[in-house]
């Protein structure tokens, strides 16, 4: 920080912070024209109520340069960043090939739905359609069978609240995965609803689960590895990106793919990528059998070789239980990034050094304490 002093009308120097513009503690007394030592004359009831009315200003003064200061370095020097002076240029050949990879999937599938070898796909998939059709209907049946053995469904399944009694909704009764009787808004009364925010809570599960990995292994990488990223921090990433950092993937140098572009062109490449996936959920897994690829399942469990490739679900009973797991995990996911929003908003740090800070000193460093110190 540094400080410059300025003679202020009333005879006080005044330093100010070159940090915040705030004047800091006055190092004279008496007007600008009698000297450092002469003391401003008058009365000595005006001095005492000017002193008074001083140094309450010094005191509010003071509180707000801390403030000022302590907000400065969580913006600035809170952010470990290497900042570029020129902005992100690319020439065309690169932009065009981040574009053309990002729309390769999508046209990929599109040329084999509508190329040459679309129908013989097609028929391919009809034909294996046909034949495990009744198997899908059998395995249907073992499914219901196996959520009437399951502790997990059915009106004797695990409650929010467990052994405390409670009236649980009526149209909660236990048929989906991982239906604990909490709805006291009662938004899935109408049927419609329900499917609906079904859906959508698997959907979120789903997108928690990846992006708490996403926001977690490359702080695990850069404290346990020999790899170095540009910035480890989930939510600094984009701070860097927008100063002009060229990210590197896994912290090879060099290995940009959509990492040395703008910010812009990235999200105009995610749009890209993500079109085929929200057209085929959009539209069915039948949508996928144009190019040879048919799916058993239904709109949230697909199954098949492609989501299902180890053949976890093979298994009926071992298949309605992962069902139960993989919302439970995708419940806490979602949980555990409204943690990671906190963490982020007062400690400024990510997860990973909250949890070596906590290990290394639990009585200081904690929810509590972070509270209190922000």
């Known amino acids: 920080m540094q400080v410059a002093t300025v003679a202020a009308p009333c005879g006080t120097a005044a330093v100010l912070c070159s940090g915040c513009g705030l004047p800091q ?24 109520a000017a002193g008074s009315r001083k140094k309450k200003s010094v005191r509010l003064v003071s509180s707000l340069h801390g403030k000022l200061l302590r907000l400065q370095s969580q913006v600035y020097t809170g952010i470990k ?33 509508e190329g040459p070898t679309g129908d013989r796909l097609m028929e391919n998939a009809q034909k294996t359609k046909a034949e495990k059709e009744p198997q899908k209907q059998e395995f249907q049946e073992k499914q219901t069978e196996a959520r009437q053995r399951s502790r997990w469904y059915g009106p004797e399944r695990p409650k929010w609240l467990g052994p405390l009694p ?27 609803n329900f499917q609906k925010y079904f859906n959508f809570e698997i959907l979120h599960a789903r997108w928690a689960m990846l992006g ?23 939510w600094k990433v984009g701070y860097a990106k927008l100063q002009g950092e060229d990210l590197d993937y896994f ?31 959009a ?42 797991k993989e919302m439970k995990n995708g ?30 000193d639990p009585a200081h460093n904690n929810i509590f304490t972070a509270f209190n110190s922000s």
């Not at 926001?215 to 480890?232: G, K, N, R």
């Not at 908003?345 to 290990?359: E, I, R, S, Y």
């Open 25 to 48: 503690q006055s190092t004279r007394r008496g007007p600008a024209w009698a000297g450092a030592s002469k003391p401003y004359a008058g009365s000595a009831l005006q001095n005492t």
């Open 81 to 113: 960043t290497h900042v570029r002076k020129e902005p992100i240029t690319a020439d065309w050949k690169e932009l065009t090939g981040v574009l053309v990879l990002s729309a390769f999937p999508f046209l990929f599938v599109k040329y084999l739905a």
């Open 166 to 192: 409670y009236e649980y909704p009526g149209h909660l009764s236990g048929e989906y995965p991982a239906d604990y009787g909490f709805d006291i808004l009662n938004l899935g009364v109408d049927p419609s």
């Open 212 to 234: 708490a990995l996403g926001a977690l292994i490359p702080e695990v990488l850069q404290y346990f590895s020999a790899l170095d990223f540009t910035e480890p921090v989930w």
């Open 251 to 281: 912290g090879i140098p060099g290995l940009h793919i959509a990492g040395g572009q703008g910010i812009l062109i990235i999200a105009f490449c995610q749009a890209i990528l993500m079109l085929g996936p929200e057209y085929a959920r």
């Open 283 to 324: 539209t069915g897994i039948a949508a996928l059998e144009p190019v040879g690829l048919y799916l058993p399942g239904d709109e949230n469990f697909p199954g098949g070789a492609l989501f299902d490739p180890l053949g976890l679900a093979d298994d009926p009973e071992a298949f309605e239980d992962l069902k139960v």
């Open 331 to 360: 419940r806490l996911a979602m949980v555990a990034w409204l943690g990671f929003y906190i963490q982020a908003l007062v400690t400024q740090k990510g997860p990973l050094q909250n949890l070596l800070d906590f290990a290394s």
